[in-house]
């Protein structure tokens, strides 16, 4: 099976454009969630969407937004791109939702550099 | 909130030698702790879970991690190095195991394991 596939896989873009992010969950998971790593460290928590609503949002600013399609694929969208963007995007995928002890599943994630 | 540090920034060791990478966390209630590897260029991969029973859970690649409450410690471990697990390694807590929605992975900040032939 087809773990989560994240695309595009590198990306550049200059300060002030809009970035969107794509993010295919593993066949069956409903819950998607992203997460931010910039070089050096751990992933921060963005986003959590599970049957197409918001679920979790960490504290990351308006300018990030996603959304969840029927499919359960996922879109994180960034505007007004700021230098400090520049990071790893990393999309996960899990099975149920309510109470969920089941591990995220990762993409390999988008790298996203601004200049 | 709950938090997880890895106090060791690297750890060294040979081919063949018993290895550790240490994990700590701050949690209220009981803590569903998580490992993960992460290779260059790749995403994070799965290695094992703590939810609940055993102390000693064993996961992928003869990975096993001990749990330990009083130490509030969640160390990885593996008899026998190999080369190939040479990666970066994150320790992981979810967020809030009661809520209803939201399974928010807390990362620990991350530990480069180097093995040596």
């Known amino acids: 099976d087809a773990g989560v596939t994240q695309s595009p896989t590198h990306l550049i873009k200059t300060r002030g454009q809009h970035v969107t992010l794509r993010c295919s969950p593993i066949s069956g998971h409903k819950s998607v969630s992203w997460y931010q790593q910039v070089l050096g460290q751990g992933p921060q928590f963005i986003f959590q969407y599970y049957e197409k609503e918001e679920r979790g949002r960490g504290n990351f600013p308006d300018r990030f937004s996603a959304r969840q399609f029927p499919n359960y694929s996922s879109e994180l969208n960034v505007n007004a791109l700021l230098l400090g963007d520049s990071a790893l995007y990393l999309c996960a995928s899990s099975p149920v939702e309510i109470r969920s002890n089941q591990p995220q599943h990762f993409g390999d994630g988008t790298r996203l550099s601004i200049l | 909130a709950q938090s997880v540090a890895q106090p060791e920034d690297q750890v060294n060791v040979a081919e063949g030698n018993p290895l550790t990478v240490k994990c700590t966390y701050s949690v209220s209630g009981n803590p569903y702790l998580f490992w993960y590897v992460q290779y260059p260029n790749r995403g994070l991969q799965f290695l094992l879970k703590?939810?609940?029973?055993?102390?000693l859970v064993k996961g992928s690649y003869g990975f096993e991690a001990e749990f330990n409450k009083s130490q509030t410690s969640f160390h990885l471990k593996k008899p026998s190095a190999l080369v190939s697990d040479s990666a970066l390694y994150f320790c992981a807590v979810r967020d809030n195991p009661r809520a209803e929605y939201g399974n928010k992975l807390v990362f620990g900040a991350g530990t480069i394991l180097r093995v040596k032939s």
């Open positions: 703590y939810i609940t029973g055993d102390n």
